[in-house]
T-cell receptor, first 113, second 113 residues
Framework: AQSVTQLDSHVSVSEGTPVLLRCNYS??????LFWYVQHPNKGLQLLLK??????LVKGINGFEAEFKKSETSFHLTKPSAHMSDAAEYFC???????????FGSGTKLNVKP | GAVVSQHPSWVICKSGTSVKIECRSLDFQATTMFWYRQFPKQSLMLMATSNEGSKATYEQGVEKDKFLINHASLTLSTLTVTSAHPEDSSFYIC?????????FGPGTRLTVT
């Protein structure tokens, strides 16, 4: 069975400070892992993905994530938050050639000026 | 990049009526598409896999007769919510895979009054 746990439903940071959004996964198979962002009333946008290559994955807008098999984690980080980063972030696990996607519960990121 | 569209973007219908939502892959073909449902302030839940030329496969707990899926061509899948009730009000999102990625539609907000 596959599942994703996002450990924080809300994260609040000040602009210019680091961002850490935590994600743990469970998968019976070698997983592919993704982070998506959803801005209010907008569609899902892919931030980055891990597909069994390099464990440190760099994405768009300065985000990156590290796949740690021993910890079954795929945390999303950014060195310096920007106001435009305020959104909902979803960690996703996929199996079977990137077909079925299983979403975490989401983390709402709030960025304070 | 690949684009997936949905129509309509929002719809209001009366209880007891049926409503059809379309999902189109605009610049690629998709033998498989996926339908998700997102309740307010919650994550996306995979409802079903739409298979071109064959029956859809539904996730556990999703009523097949309630949510009719038709994948009549390589670029179009439709989700029909039959005999809609207020509890069916939700945000419905489709996706289509291409190479190693899923492309999501912008979503359809359904409100049943």
């Amino acid at each position: 069975a596959q599942s994703v746990t996002q450990l924080d439903s809300h994260v609040s940071v000040s602009e210019g400070t680091p961002v850490l959004l935590r994600c743990n996964y469970s998968s019976s198979y070698s997983p592919s892992l993704f982070w998506y962002v959803q801005h209010p009333n907008k569609g899902l946008q892919l931030l980055l993905k891990y597909t069994s290559a390099a464990t440190l994955v760099k994405g768009i807008n300065g985000f990156e994530a590290e796949f740690k098999k021993s910890e079954t984690s795929f945390h999303l980080t950014k060195p310096s938050a920007h106001m435009s980063d305020a959104a909902e972030y979803f960690c996703v696990v996929s199996i079977y050639n990137f077909n079925k996607f299983y979403f975490g519960s989401g983390t709402k990121l709030n960025v304070k000026p | 990049g690949a684009v997936v569209s949905q129509h309509p973007s929002w719809v209001i219908c009366k209880s007891g009526t049926s409503v059809k939502i379309e999902c189109r892959s605009l610049d690629f073909q998709a033998t498989t598409m996926f339908w998700y449902r997102q309740f307010p302030k919650q994550s996306l839940m995979l409802m079903a896999t739409s298979n071109e030329g064959s029956k859809a496969t539904y996730e556990q707990g999703v009523e097949k007769d309630k949510f009719l899926i038709n994948h009549a061509s390589l670029t179009l899948s439709t989700l029909t919510v039959t005999s809609a009730h207020p509890e069916d009000s939700s945000f419905y999102i489709c996706s289509a895979p291409l190479v190693n990625e899923q492309y999501f539609g912008p979503g359809t907000r359904l409100t049943v009054t």
